[in-house]
């Protein structure tokens, strides 16, 4: 089992930037892969990046360029640039282990608004 808790969410206006943490803990060593996911207002979840256990990155083609995933022992980080108002959604931390189980957090709220 592994458990995960995001951090860092809240309300910046557009053109600014924000932080997003999410601390692994439980079985760690069994993860493979770790991502953020975000699910806007009335919509469908969506992968917005992912990051794997030997440090390769893939980004939605709605963020690439302004986030970036970083991932540090048992702390994986979001750092969210240049936000927009259709980045507001509910951000969950991911975690994928190495036989196929996901993991998921509870989610963090990220508005973005004048």
């Known amino acids: 089992q592994v458990q995960l808790v995001e951090s860092g969410g809240g309300l910046v206006q557009p053109g600014g930037s924000l932080r997003l943490s999410c601390v692994a803990s439980?079985?760690?060593?069994?993860?493979?892969?770790m991502g953020w996911y975000r699910q806007p207002p009335g919509k469908q979840r969506e992968m917005v990046a992912g990051?794997?256990?030997?440090?390769g990155t893939n980004y939605a083609d709605s963020v690439k360029g302004r986030f970036t995933i970083s991932r540090d022992k048992n702390m994986l980080y979001l750092q969210m640039n240049t936000m927009k108002p259709e980045d507001t959604a509910v951000y969950y931390c991911n975690a994928v282990t190495r036989t196929y189980s996901y993991f998921w957090g509870q989610g963090t709220q990220v508005t973005v608004s004048t």
């Open positions: 990051i794997t256990i030997s440090g």
């Open positions: 439980g079985n760690i060593f069994s993860i493979a892969s």
